[in-house]
């Protein structure tokens, strides 16, 4: 009756701080927010859980996700929803499938859940990780709470069981997939875009599970890995002729790609686009296909049989290339199943169901690697976590230090070294401080490139805010130079932004010097990916400025410089594109 009246419930006694929870104590902050609010009690058990931290306490972390749920149920939708929005508006994160405009109401978000799924939240160590862990800026909130509100309802014993895979299927199903997904070389009246209903996706894993028809044990693998099972417009029925008709064991599954008859034909045709009325995985098998049919088949198949898959497509509708990846064992995945060795230097695209934007090769990597679920990296993240709520609450020097301790312990965590510059900045540090820092997670990263040459390019982007114009430019060759031979994409990243530069500041003469040094340092051995971004771009942009003598003259270099086999791709588009610059010049 009291906390009905507003008043403040006991503080937590200190000896019940240094153990985990109890159910007690759950049901008493559910009763207690009952009556004054959310946002009350994670202030209160904010305070516990910074105090446990800093005096080293082993319960600190199990007090965190406490009041990570309390603050998370406090946010009503009128404020988590537009924050949402706003992210995926700087992330370009949106596609044309889903809604212009959200409702949103004033009820907090723990109101969509059911009292029982509150207390199973906030009582599971295990859910609270893998939910606070998982979950993106880029995950509409409101319909995350209520996916997994109406999958509790369904069956409570079953949600328990299969609680990763009910966060998958929540973190995966809240927006609508891009109409270019799962890749964009059939129809949409051939392949509908439209997920099923959630509850039947859910359903359909359990009882397949169950009935041994996959070949991981679903309740064993995490939502992490399980977002990439059931991001899958495939009927059922598909589903479970797939689970006949697909690989027996996790050994085999990469031979999927070549159960598809590759249709030499439709190559030599171009035609590109799936030709029947319909794609479905039977028809797919029994009609050949081109390599992203041999990809998605396999990936479906795969993920029929409950194993997590990925689709690589190539740049453009094309057909330039596709393969398929997959779990091949517990933390490690095979991801090259079908890829030509030319592909070897070049990064396929794969969208991450979770977001539908491109997965970066990092993710793929950590995934790979699986240290992610190793005790230290653990350790980092409770520093990263509570980096994150001093830096929240505007402690600045507070917050560089708990993420100095996360990048201490695991250097490839990479939202704590995230944490450390964004707290350096907003103390403000001195700017050779921050950089220092870029420099020490550039080397921290080594092993994956694209996120080395991030913090690298905003090290260099640093030093030329500053006037350290000749240092930034000489960084950047010796980028370029280390890339040519291994990462060809990164080279081309670099190349597109010194181009870029040139174009905003430089006369038209100056931006064609650049160019052909351009050409000249990036080019040698550059294939199809170096054309889309810097050859094909600049011709355009001399044409555009009645520059044809010069667009003819910018072909016939590239032809020399980049890798032009013949009757290729490239070959025949490096043609198209000189037939046109000669009809300017007329």
Same mark, same amino acid.
């Given at each position: 009756l009291s906390l009905g009246c507003g008043a403040r419930a006991a503080p937590i006694p200190a000896a019940e701080l240094d153990r985990p929870p109890t159910a007690e104590r759950v049901a008493a902050l559910q009763a207690e927010a009952a009556g004054g609010g959310w946002k009350a009690v994670a202030q209160e058990l904010r305070g516990a859980a910074v105090g446990l931290y800093e005096r080293d306490r082993p319960a600190a972390q199990a007090w965190y996700y406490l009041f990570r749920w309390a603050d998370w149920f406090g946010q009503t939708e009128a404020d988590a929803v537009p924050r949402w929005v706003a992210a995926v508006q700087r992330a370009r994160a949106g596609n044309a499938n889903m809604p212009t405009q959200y409702a949103t109401g004033p009820e907090p978000l723990g109101d969509l859940w059911p009292a029982e799924l509150r207390a199973f939240a906030m009582g599971s160590a295990d859910f609270s990780e893998q939910f606070f862990t998982l979950l993106s800026p880029l995950d509409q909130p409101a319909m995350v709470q209520s996916i997994l509100a109406d999958l509790w309802r369904r069956n409570p014993a079953e949600f328990k069981e299969y609680a990763s895979l009910a966060l998958a299927i929540a973190v995966v199903y809240d927006v609508p997939p891009p109409p270019d997904w799962p890749h964009g070389q059939v129809s949409q009246q051939a392949l509908s875009r439209q997920l099923p209903p959630p509850a039947d996706v859910f359903g359909f894993f359990v009882k397949s599970d169950?009935?041994?028809?996959?070949?991981?044990?679903?309740?064993?693998?995490? %939502?992490?890995?399980?977002?990439?099972?059931?991001?899958?417009?495939?009927?059922?029925? $598909?589903?479970?002729? &797939?689970?006949? %008709?697909?690989?027996?064991?996790?050994?085999?599954?990469?031979?999927?790609?070549?159960?598809?008859?590759?249709?030499?034909?439709?190559?030599?045709?171009?035609?590109?686009?799936?030709?029947?009325?319909?794609?479905?995985?039977?028809?797919?098998?029994? &009609?050949?296909? #081109?390599?992203?049919?041999?990809?998605?088949? %396999?990936?479906?198949?795969? =993920?029929? +049989?409950? !194993?997590?898959?990925?689709?690589?497509?190539?740049?453009?509708?094309?057909?330039?290339?596709?393969?398929?990846?997959?779990?091949?064992?517990?933390?490690?995945?095979?991801?090259?199943?079908?890829?030509?060795?030319?592909? =070897?230097?070049?990064?396929?695209?794969?969208?991450?169901?979770?977001?539908?934007?491109?997965?970066?090769?990092?993710? #793929?990597?950590?995934?790979? $690697?699986?240290?992610?679920?190793?005790?230290?990296?653990?350790?980092?993240?409770?520093?990263?976590?509570? @980096?994150?709520?001093?830096?929240?609450?505007?402690?600045?020097?507070?917050?560089?230090?708990?993420?100095?301790?996360?990048?201490?312990?695991?250097?490839?965590?990479?939202?704590?070294?995230?944490?450390?510059?964004?707290?350096?900045?907003?103390?403000? &540090?001195?700017?050779?401080?921050?950089?220092?820092?870029?420099?020490? %997670? &550039?080397? @921290?990263?080594?092993?994956?490139?694209?996120?080395?040459?991030?913090? +690298?390019?905003?090290?260099?982007?640093?030093?030329? @805010?500053?006037?350290?114009?000749?240092?930034?430019?000489?960084?950047?060759?010796?980028? /370029?130079? =280390?890339?040519?031979?291994?990462?060809?994409?990164?080279?081309?990243?670099?190349?597109?932004?010194?181009?870029?530069?040139?174009?905003?500041?430089?006369?038209?003469?100056? +931006? #064609? +010097?650049?160019?052909?040094? !351009?050409?000249?340092?990036?080019?040698?051995? @550059?294939?199809?990916?170096?054309?889309?971004?810097?050859?094909?771009?600049?011709?355009?942009?001399?044409?555009?400025?009645?520059?044809?003598?010069? /667009?003819?003259?910018?072909?016939?270099? /590239?032809?020399?410089t980049l890798r032009v086999e013949a009757n290729g791709q490239l070959d025949a588009e490096l043609t198209a594109l000189a037939e046109r610059a000669q009809k300017a010049q007329h």
């Open positions: 169950r009935a041994g028809a996959t070949l991981y044990r679903l309740r064993q693998l995490p %939502a992490a890995d399980l977002k990439f099972v059931v991001d899958t417009t495939a009927t059922f029925e $598909e589903l479970t002729w &797939a689970q006949k %008709a697909g690989s027996t064991s996790l050994a085999t599954l990469g031979r999927l790609y070549d159960l598809v008859r590759y249709r030499r034909d439709r190559l030599v045709s171009r035609v590109a686009m799936w030709p029947l009325p319909t794609y479905r995985l039977p028809e797919i098998v029994a &009609a050949g296909g #081109i390599c992203v049919d041999q990809a998605y088949f %396999a990936a479906t198949v795969g =993920k029929g +049989r409950g !194993v997590p898959t990925l689709l690589f497509r190539g740049a453009g509708l094309d057909g330039r290339h596709a393969w398929f990846g997959y779990l091949s064992a517990p933390n490690r995945w095979t991801l090259d199943c079908g890829r030509y060795a030319e592909q =070897k230097l070049i990064a396929g695209y794969a969208f991450d169901p979770q977001t539908w934007t491109n997965i970066s090769d990092h993710e #793929i990597a950590f995934l790979s $690697e699986g240290f992610r679920r190793l005790p230290l990296y653990r350790t980092s993240v409770r520093h990263a976590q509570f @980096a994150e709520v001093y830096l929240a609450g505007g402690d600045f020097a507070a917050a560089a230090r708990a993420a100095r301790s996360a990048v201490n312990v695991e250097p490839r965590n990479l939202p704590a070294w995230v944490l450390l510059i964004g707290a350096l900045q907003r103390r403000p &540090a001195p700017a050779p401080e921050v950089e220092g820092v870029l420099q020490e %997670a &550039a080397r @921290a990263f080594q092993r994956y490139p694209d996120l080395e040459a991030e913090f +690298r390019n905003a090290y260099i982007g640093s030093l030329r @805010a500053r006037g350290e114009t000749s240092l930034a430019d000489q960084l950047e060759r010796g980028a /370029a130079q =280390k890339y040519a031979g291994g990462r060809q994409d990164l080279s081309v990243q670099e190349a597109r932004d010194m181009l870029r530069r040139s174009l905003e500041k430089d006369t038209l003469d100056d +931006r #064609i +010097r650049t160019y052909y040094r !351009v050409l000249k340092t990036y080019g040698p051995g @550059a294939g199809m990916d170096f054309y889309d971004q810097i050859v094909a771009p600049f011709v355009d942009h001399l044409l555009q400025n009645d520059r044809a003598t010069e /667009a003819v003259q910018a072909v016939a270099q /590239a032809r020399r």
